[in-house]
């Protein structure tokens, strides 16, 4: 079992930046992958970051590449995500996830999710 939690949301200008990080429970963080998603009002969830076990391989929504970084650090059990340049289209409510034990892949399914942490970019 996994649990997740996520901080760092908070309220900032257009063109501020964010550090969001999920604290992650457990033994087994350093072997699963981990992501970041993001879901606004009125929309469907959506992936943003992921991020292998290691911390080599990483992959980004095209709408924040450049602009948002995902890192780990597995000895604090904690995976981050750097926000630059907010918009206010990132307005959303960000959630990290915790997958399956197993080869990484962009596409690999997310076993465990916090509860999120709110985010808004005012114009």
């Known amino acids: 079992q996994v649990q997740l939690v996520e901080s760092g949301g908070g309220l900032v200008q257009a063109g501020d930046s964010l550090r969001l990080s999920c604290a992650a429970s457990?033994?087994?963080?350093?072997?699963?992958?981990m992501g970041w998603f993001r879901q606004a009002p009125g929309k469907e969830r959506e992936f943003v970051a992921a991020?292998?076990?290691?911390?080599?391989?990483?992959y980004y929504a095209d709408s924040v590449k450049g602009r948002f970084t995902i890192s780990r650090d597995n000895a604090k059990n904690t995976v981050y995500l750097q926000m630059n340049s907010l918009k206010p289209e990132d307005t959303a409510l960000y959630y990290c996830?915790?997958?399956?034990?197993?080869?990484?892949?962009?596409?690999?399914?997310?076993?465990?999710w916090g509860q999120g942490t709110q985010v808004t970019v005012s114009s």
């Open positions: 996830a915790a997958s399956r034990i197993g080869t990484w892949s962009p596409s690999i399914r997310y076993d465990y």
């Open positions: 991020i292998d076990w290691s911390g080599v391989n990483t």
């Open positions: 457990g033994r087994t963080f350093s072997s699963r992958g």
